[in-house]
């Protein structure tokens, strides 16, 4: 556990915020801030990432992924005083900020309101922006929870306003804490409380019944490339399959890459492509480099109207798919499945991918997936062959051997 000395606040004293690193799963935020007494007053972890969508200076736009915490410091953050309630203040990144702000009413206290704040004159994360400065999103949320009561919210909530969407899941907070104590009580969002009711305990001998999906044909294949200022940064050609899960309802859609559209962007580090279509509201693929060597698929956000039209919304960033060396593509002909959640999985077909270092707008050197690679097969067939063979030899001796013995016990 690693420890922030934070300055004084008026009625605190000196507070005390611990980080703690290292747990499983890994989460953006996760803390215990605790008062001058060094007892607990407020406890979070807390999984997000943001999106950003700006105005360039030739009047198009560009989307920027925000999903590393790695470098979170917590200045600001106290546990509240007689005139202000608590507070979380998070800051990470080339300038990025998020606060989360608590009240107190009566029996309950409130998440009260969120906003997140990003600095355009970050030539790096935003190339080109049109607009500089600092611009922050505000968002009330006045969510009640009662006092001694953690609150809980494993499901996918997403805030969307001003060119920035911000995605929250696998929450775990409690604001005045009472004793030092955190609560085992939960209290759950509303998501959460509609799968907790409809989802019936099942014994484990007894299969969970499950509408299965129409078969679906192959999906065509479609062509996407996302350009900059320096030209083609990225290519992807690939079939598209979504399997998704709603109420134990499975349905399977595929991707028409006639009415799909594609946009993104380019860093050094990170790769953004994003599909969207007439009931795709986006589909994100955000590739990351790793050991300054390989890239990856690191990330995939989705939100869509599901078949009830209802919104279906899923967002991870701790995948592990497509890893090939930098300068080269990723390819993978057979069908592949990217495991996004439970709920959620993407079957791809004729994939070839690349992020990075593209030049002239071509493919480089493909690695292939090891469904792919055919080479093994080649020693398998040969020695299966060879001991069928010898199985059937070794038959055919016995059965002579025991003709023979039998022949002479006659005589």
Not at 100 to 108: C, D, R
Not at 223 to 229: D, F, H, L, P, Q
Not at 263 to 275: P, V
Request: hydrophobic share 35%; net charge neutral; proline share 4%.
């Amino acid at each position: 556990m690693v420890c922030f000395r934070l300055s004084p606040v008026p009625g605190s004293g000196l507070l005390l915020l611990c980080l703690v690193l290292g747990a499983v799963p890994s989460y953006a935020l996760e803390l215990n801030l605790t008062d001058s007494g060094k007892a607990t007053c407020l406890y979070a972890k807390w999984q997000m990432n943001f999106t950003v969508r700006y105005e360039t200076t030739n009047n198009s736009y560009k989307t920027v992924p925000i999903s590393d915490f790695g470098n979170a410091t917590y200045n600001g953050s106290f546990c509240g005083d007689d005139h202000s309630g608590p507070q979380i203040v998070m800051q990470f990144g080339s300038g990025f900020s998020w606060t989360v702000n608590f009240a107190k009413e009566s029996s309950n206290y409130l998440i009260d309101s969120i906003s997140f704040s990003y600095n355009t004159n970050d030539s790096t994360t935003f190339p080109d922006a049109k607009n500089k400065g600092v611009l922050t999103v505000n968002e009330s949320v006045g969510f009640q929870v009662p006092l001694n009561d953690i609150f809980r919210c494993n499901s996918l909530s997403t805030l969307e306003k001003d060119n920035v969407v911000q995605h929250y899941w696998d929450v775990h907070v409690q604001a005045f804490v009472q004793n030092g104590t955190v609560s085992t009580k939960e209290f759950l969002c509303d998501q959460d409380k509609i799968l907790t009711t409809r989802v019936p305990v099942i014994p484990t001998t007894v299969p969970s019944p499950t509408t299965t999906p129409t078969p679906k044909e192959k999906p065509e294949t479609g062509s996407y490339s996302v350009t900059s200022s320096n030209g083609t940064c990225l290519l992807a050609t690939m079939g598209l399959q979504l399997n998704i899960t709603q109420d134990k309802v499975a349905s399977v859609i595929n991707i028409n890459p006639n009415t799909t559209n594609a946009t993104g962007n380019c860093h050094s580090k990170t790769a953004l492509l994003r599909l969207s279509g007439s009931n795709i509201k986006y589909l994100d693929f955000v590739f990351a480099v790793k050991n300054e060597n390989r890239f990856y698929l690191k990330e995939v956000n989705v939100s869509m109207h599901s078949v009830n039209g209802s919104v279906f919304s899923i967002a991870n960033n701790n995948l592990s798919y497509w890893d090939a060396p930098l300068g080269s593509s990723y390819m993978c002909n057979k069908e592949q499945t990217v495991s996004v959640s439970g709920a959620f999985q993407i079957n791809t077909f004729n994939l070839r991918v690349q992020p990075f270092s593209v030049m002239d707008g071509n493919y480089s050197t493909a690695q292939e997936c090891s469904l792919d690679d055919d080479t093994i097969l080649i020693p398998i067939i040969v020695g299966a062959g060879l001991s069928g063979l010898i199985i059937v030899i070794v038959i055919a001796y016995l059965i002579g051997r025991r003709k023979s013995y039998a022949g002479y016990q006659t005589l």
